[in-house]
């Protein structure tokens, strides 16, 4: 009998220029959160509520927080309405915020990928959407959500 395979994991890193508690927000608030990811979100932050976020018409991410802790740290489950290999609440986002002088170090840790294929997927995905929560949390507008890949 073979072993399943491991599972697969994402972890980025990145300063951003605002001290944890002007960035928490952006990850517990409907308004802040489309700032940089997704067109609509429906948000409950508090361990056992709603994490849904649409990033386009066709592409709802939904989940529950888990850990809702004030300026430090947030986690949720992810996974994909109407995507049977990724079904809602199949994997974890582990959000850590830790002062860095003036800003904060983020660490995203995205675990519970199945394969190696959503992984990259799911990390590129991150790339691009931390970089926009990066000119969000600078005051900037970081433009309209990127076309989905067809």
């Known amino acids: 009998m073979s072993e399943p395979s491991p599972e697969r994991v994402v972890e980025l890193r990145i300063r951003l220029g605002a001290p944890p508690d002007e960035v928490f927000p952006f990850f517990v608030d409907p308004e802040r959160y489309v700032r940089w990811q997704g067109v609509k979100a429906e948000l409950d932050p508090r361990p056992g509520g709603t994490f849904r976020v649409w990033m386009d018409v066709g592409a709802v991410a939904r989940g529950e927080y888990i850990a809702v802790e004030a300026p430090r740290r947030v986690v949720f489950t992810w996974g994909w309405e109407d995507d049977p290999s990724l079904p809602p609440g199949s994997t974890t986002v582990e959000l850590t915020l830790d002062p860095d002088g003036e800003g904060t170090l983020l660490t995203l840790r995205h675990s519970g990928l199945p394969d190696d294929e959503s992984a990259a997927v799911h990390e590129e995905g991150w790339v ?11 005051g900037g507008e970081p433009g309209p959500m990127p076309e989905p890949p067809a």
């Open 128 to 138: 691009i959407f931390i970089g926009r929560l990066q000119i969000a949390v600078g």
